[in-house]
């Protein structure tokens, strides 16, 4: 383990860079949509995972974190692989089926999931009341989105598409409570780096089931949508992060984490001319304060870094 440095608090550099971060994570169901107009979701999977497992590895080659797991580390390993590569695989298929903007903002309710999952297993993390009118203004929110109708253009199956993105957002939260003890004892480069590689054989045997149908031809523009979220979203939105993370408070950095899905639904409306809707705008408002009224008072309750939020899958999982 490193030696505790003395951190810093946020100026306008780091906020900005924190931004930027979720600027780009914004952006990756977007990048997403454009990848499946040509490929499956098994090959987009497959594609991006590859992309994010040779950006996270190269970083941690060159931070000098060795990446061979001991032999008492890949039980916890195999078990955060398994349940990424479906967790993941859903996402990718829901996002076929559904548009951007309603994709961006089901998957950041993650942090839903995780509080109520924390009540049970994580000892001292107990809803208060508070926090239950917190998550229920945010599940309420999701209700609202999850029985929208999007831009049939965007989605073609959006009821299907929106339950396998909670499915998938479930997993998510399942899966921070379960990383965030994994991470205490294995580098968190290492634990990104093999989720991913143990991802990428279910997602080569998947492809054999994928139906090429209705897709257009490969070009340019899906390529570098599957780079953008390996690359970009992966591998340097991790390395960013990592290193706010040796000088600033991860309960301070990861409050501006609220602006993903805004970021998101911008973006699909700008890039892919989706309407926003007034139900999709009461939708994320409410899924943000609830969110962030639920996250903030587990902070002060137990003087540490809030569930869903805090454990931001840029710095150890890809989710979104």
Not at 35 to 53: E, K, N, Q, V, Y
Not at 130 to 157: E, T
Not at 242 to 251: E, G, M, N, T, V
């Amino acid at each position: 383990m490193s030696k505790e440095r003395q951190l810093e608090p946020i100026g306008w550099k780091p906020a900005l860079t924190v931004l930027s971060i979720n600027l780009v994570r914004g952006g990756n169901q977007v990048a997403l949509k454009f990848a499946l107009t040509a490929l499956p979701p098994f090959w987009t999977a497959f594609g991006r995972m590859s992309c994010g497992a040779l950006s996270v590895g190269a970083w941690a080659v060159l931070r000098g974190i060795p990446l061979t797991p001991h032999r008492r580390e890949w039980p916890a390993l195999l078990n955060l692989g398994v349940v990424f590569a479906i967790q993941i695989a859903l996402m990718h298929y829901g996002a076929d089926y559904t548009s951007p903007a309603y994709a961006t903002v089901l998957m950041n309710a993650n942090p839903i999931f995780a509080n109520i999952l924390a009540h049970y297993v994580v000892p001292g993390d107990r809803l208060s009341w508070s926090r239950v009118g917190g998550l229920s203004v945010a599940f309420g929110g999701i209700c609202g989105i999850f029985l929208g109708r999007p831009d049939s253009r965007l989605a073609p199956n959006p009821i299907i598409g929106n339950l396998l993105l909670l499915v998938s957002a479930a997993l998510v939260g399942a899966r921070t409570i379960y990383t965030q003890r994994v991470v205490q004892r294995i580098e968190p480069e290492k634990t990104a780096f093999w989720q991913m590689v143990i991802s990428l054989p279910f997602f080569l045997v998947g492809t054999l089931f994928d139906s090429e149908g209705g897709r257009e031809p490969l070009g340019w523009i899906p390529i570098a949508a599957i780079m953008y979220q390996g690359i970009i979203v992966g591998g340097a939105g991790f390395t960013l992060w990592a290193r706010l993370l040796r000088h600033h408070s991860p309960s301070a950095l990861t409050m501006f984490t609220f602006t993903v899905p805004v970021f998101g639904v911008a973006l699909s409306a700008w890039v892919l001319s989706e309407a926003v809707t007034p139900r999709l705008i009461l939708g994320v408002l409410a899924v943000v304060s609830g969110i962030l009224i639920a996250t903030r008072l587990s902070h002060a309750k137990l003087g540490a870094q809030p569930l869903g939020l805090a454990s931001d899958p840029a710095i150890t999982e890809p989710e979104d």
